[in-house]
């Protein structure tokens, strides 16, 4: 398997432009999550999907930031206008949920992530 | 939900054994302890996972105390590519979501 694949690996945008950026995970996997990394602020978990359903969207940090799952094997997050504070790596992340205690039950698996920088 | 406490930094000696500790002193019952690693501009990768026995695999051993507030990451031979950021966390009991911490950057020392 490849893995965990987000394209693209590299964007950089200007103020106002709108940003999408794009993961395919696993096959077989059934929860998707969006992170997003900052010296800041570190690891925050965005969104995360199960069977193609948005479970939590709660560490979406506001309207400006949309994410879907139309099929198993795909998820985008966009951002419409970015802003510079938007600059960071996004990572994708799929897990396949098994009963805990099965060897590996609800294992995250990262992608390579996607640096944004938004000028 | 449980938090985890890490110390910041810490340095081993290549070949060494590195130690790192959590302390995870509002632990639920069935919450599972789960320790992630970031190489520099990687995406974190997962380690190993327990609930309350001691487990071990082919890159680490996880020591759970008895009473679950706190938990050891051992390497038993680190090297220079163990060189990472790591997080130790306690998987939320409803839903999914794996919140991660500052973790410990481990800096393997030749």
């Known amino acids: 398997d490849a893995g965990v694949i987000q394209s693209p690996r590299h964007e950089v945008t200007e103020m106002g432009q709108e940003v999408t950026l794009r993961c395919k995970p696993i096959?077989?996997?059934?929860?998707l999550f969006w992170y997003r990394q900052t010296m800041m602020r570190g690891l925050e978990l965005l969104i995360y999907?199960?069977?193609?359903?948005?479970?939590?969207d709660s560490g979406m940090p506001e309207d400006r930031f949309s994410a879907k799952m139309p099929n198993a094997s795909f998820s985008t997050l966009k951002i419409q206008p970015s802003e510079p504070r938007d600059s960071a790596v996004y990572f994708c992340?799929?897990?396949?949920?098994?009963?805990?205690?099965?060897?590996?039950?609800?294992?995250?698996?990262f992608g390579a992530g996607s640096r944004l920088t938004v000028l | 939900d449980a938090k985890t406490t890490q110390p910041p930094s810490m340095d081993c000696a290549e070949g060494r054994a590195a130690n790192l500790p959590c302390n995870h002193s509002?632990?639920?019952?069935?919450?599972?302890v789960y320790w992630y690693r970031q190489i520099h501009s990687q995406g974190p990768q997962y380690i190993i996972h327990?609930?309350?026995n001691n487990e071990t695999n082919e890159m680490a051993s996880l020591i759970i105390t008895e009473d679950r507030k706190s938990s050891t990451l051992i390497l038993p031979h680190a090297t220079l590519r163990d060189t990472a950021v790591y997080y130790c966390?306690?998987?939320?009991?409803?839903?999914?979501?794996?919140?991660f911490g500052t973790g410990t950057s481990l800096t393997v020392i030749p």
């Open positions: 966390i306690v998987r939320v009991r409803a839903g999914n979501q794996f919140y």
């Open positions: 999907f199960n069977n193609n359903v948005p479970i939590d």
């Open positions: 096959s077989g996997h059934d929860y």
């Open positions: 327990g609930l309350k």
């Open positions: 509002t632990i639920s019952g069935n919450e599972y």
């Open positions: 992340a799929s897990s396949l949920s098994l009963r805990q205690g099965t060897p590996g039950a609800n294992v995250l698996t």
